[in-house]
């Protein structure tokens, strides 16, 4: 079966720490791909990157990197020097063929308040 | 403008009415979900459409949840004798591809249904 798991739900920093989310997904397919979406207090989901299960590579845009780890099936993201506009509910998504639709499987979300 | 829209953004209803929920996707987008998320919930899949066929409705929670998408284009979500349990956030997603993982989903910014 398919799951995303984001452990964390709530996590508080100080405007210019580094903080990272969690996101740890289970899956049968060798064939997937991985989602990190911003929803901020608007609503609207903010698409922020997409990995595909046969590259594990790092990447880094900006504040953000991530982090795809295949043996331990997670991929974090990290915000470094975080900034009061970062203050939203983020969240992993996995996508894989299985159902033939490559439909989101979302975790439950981490909310991030940044105080300055 | 260029992104998903959805309207009404704000909806009441009292409990065994029905309710259209109504999605604009971005020009051209091959592909379009429907997700529900209920309060502090990551979004659950609902339906999938490829143009005008509904490929995958297995999310559809009853037979009170109706959707159709008749041109290819726009879609609306329909929910017939609405029930309290479905106070939630109905948010509608293109993509511009048929249905594949490469693609990422671009989302509107969801109507808020409250059901009295």
């Known amino acids: 079966a398919q799951k995303v798991t984001q452990a964390q739900t709530e996590i508080s920093v100080v405007e210019k720490e580094d903080v990272t989310l969690d996101c740890v997904y289970e899956t049968r397919d060798t064939t997937y791909y991985l989602f990190w979406y911003k929803q901020p207090p608007s609503g609207e989901l903010v698409f922020l990157i997409r990995?595909?299960?046969?590259?594990?590579q790092n990447e880094i845009s900006g504040r953000y990197s991530w982090n795809f780890q295949k043996s331990t099936s997670s991929f974090n993201f990290t915000i470094t020097a975080s900034q009061v506009v970062d203050s939203a509910v983020y969240f992993c998504a996995l996508s894989e063929g299985t159902s033939g639709t490559y439909k989101y499987i979302f975790g439950t979300g981490t909310r991030l308040k940044v105080l300055a | 403008g260029a992104g998903v829209s959805q309207s009404p953004r704000y909806k009441v209803a009292k409990r065994g009415q029905d309710v259209a929920l109504r999605c604009d996707p971005i020009s051209g987008h091959v592909s379009l979900f429907w997700y529900q998320q209920a309060l502090g919930q990551g979004p659950e899949f609902l339906t999938y459409f490829q143009n005008e066929a509904q490929l995958d409705k297995s999310g559809l929670p009853s037979d009170r949840f109706f959707a159709e998408r008749p041109e290819g284009s726009v879609s609306t979500l329909k929910i017939q004798r609405t029930q309290q349990e479905d106070s939630a956030v109905y948010l509608c997603a293109s993509s511009l591809m048929e249905t594949s993982g490469l693609n990422e989903q671009f989302f509107g910014p969801g109507t808020r249904l409250t059901v009295l």
């Open positions: 990995r595909n299960s046969f590259d594990e």
